[in-house]
């Protein structure tokens, strides 16, 4: 059962989120990061949110500024915004009596929740999919528009058949993320899934985050899955290979 909830972002308008309530006994409660401006509702967050409550692990899953069903303007946020609103997203479950204990994120999200951990106490497990190890990657989606954007402070952005409008801070603010850093010092346990034939964040980013990584980590590979999971068995494959794996960290002590 997915349930409608809706917190504050740190920026102030309030985000849409969709709980997906665990199947049977309660094993943990985690969040889920979407990708660079995906939503909730993509099938990446919709598929592998529903497979872990399934296997009785509740999952926040929600929209970023301005996306999906959130309030807010897009255009306001950054990667930092993004990192400051999934801890807050953990805030939000912790205060209504869900611990967290699992962070999940896809692509720009998975970047999003290495760094997250760092800002809340309770987590003990991050699993990314197919995130970049430099979050400043995401520029290929835009490339085209930077020196409009580096001139004029802000460009329109198409994306799925609207325009959104991305600005300048963004730009600096990805530019100047430090994941490497937040990597080699995450006190958590760290799963990295990639996909060798991702031809969006190449495979070589999983090395590097892994690289990075003290242990305990781990590596799977999600062989066959495109960057973005369409293929329904492989969202589920994923959300099923973290359940497994996060299972020892999910218990209270």
């Known amino acids: ?19 997906d309530h665990p199947e049977g006994p309660v094993r943990g409660w985690g969040v889920f990061s979407h990708g660079f401006t995906l939503g909730k509702d993509c099938p990446a967050a919709n598929r592998m949110c529903k497979q872990l409550a399934a296997e009785g692990i509740g999952m926040l899953r929600f ?48 970047a999003a929740v290495i760094a997250a951990a760092h800002e ?19 520029e290929h989606h ?30 600096e603010d990805v530019r100047v993320a430090d994941l490497h850093e937040q990597i080699r010092t995450l006190r958590r346990a760290l799963l990295v899934m990639h996909s060798p034939t991702d031809n969006t964040v190449g495979i070589a980013n999983a090395s590097e985050i892994f690289r990075a990584a003290r242990h305990p980590r781990s590596f799977v590979s999600l062989e066959g899955a495109d960057h973005l999971l ?24």
């Open 230 to 253: 369409t293929g329904r068995n492989q969202a589920k494959r994923a959300a099923r290979i973290i359940s497994a794996w996060c299972d020892p960290y999910l218990a209270d002590d």
């Open 120 to 138: 809340v106490d309770g987590v003990r497990a991050v699993a990314s999919v197919g995130a970049p190890y430099d979050p400043s990657h995401v």
């Open 1 to 19: 059962m997915s349930e409608k909830v809706w917190f504050p972002s740190t920026s102030g308008p309030r985000l849409a989120g969709l709980l």
């Open 63 to 110: 929209d970023n500024l301005g996306l999906g069903h959130s309030e807010g303007d897009w255009g306001d946020g950054s990667f930092s915004h993004k990192i400051a609103d999934t801890a807050q997203a953990v805030r939000f479950m912790n205060d209504a009596g869900r611990e967290v204990r699992l962070l999940v994120g896809h692509s720009f999200g998975g």
């Open 142 to 171: 835009y490339d085209a528009l930077l020196e409009r954007i580096m001139e004029d402070g802000e460009a329109p952005f198409p994306v799925g058949g609207k325009a959104l409008t991305l600005r300048r801070h963004f730009v």
